[in-house]
């Protein structure tokens, strides 16, 4: 029985040194940061039925403590050819995923150290004429070593850009294109 005990304690030693340790974009701290982003083209994201949104703007964020400030402008088209245009404003941060800076590995790139990317989630208004809705807008900046596989190579269509979700209008989830870069401070 003891025999048995130090064996599987080995085991799983082994396994626990051998098991890759998690990214360090999705390893929480504490680090205080602060970006300025920039979605100058329009980032474009498309919905299940065919209908599209085009997202521009800037804004500045910040982590520990959480904080963001923004606008832009939209453009969202059905799949009929029916257009709506108008801006967003930023209300809050949801979270911020860094994927670090100064390199897109994917292509070989190396870029100014303070040039980062990441997963960045925003609360939002949108105005149109019609009125104002909430929705959340997450950018996607593929710099930096721990950009994840489907988020690394900003050569190919849909891997930079955005999704947006405007509860009970559209859940715009898949990425079109687009070109986005967040400036730390």
Known sequence: MRRRATILSLLSLVVALAWPAGSSATA??????????????????MASNGDTIAITGEGEFAVHPKSASGEGEF????????????????????????????????IGATLPPNLCGGRLSLDVTFTAPE??????ITVF???????PPTHDNPTE?????????????DNFNKQVSGMNVYVQQ
């Open 28 to 45: 929480p701290n504490n680090q205080a940061a602060s970006y300025e982003f920039f979605m100058e083209e329009p980032n474009v994201a």
């Open 75 to 106: 453009t969202a088209m059905s799949a009929g050819g029916q257009t709506v245009a108008g801006t967003w404003t930023v209300n809050g941060l949801v979270d911020f995923q860094p994927y670090g800076c100064g390199v897109i590995p994917s």
């Open 131 to 136: 009125g104002s809705v909430p929705g959340r």
């Open 141 to 147: 900046c593929v710099i930096g070593p721990q950009a």
């Open 157 to 169: 269509a849909g891997e930079e850009g955005v999704t947006a979700v405007v509860p009970g209008i």
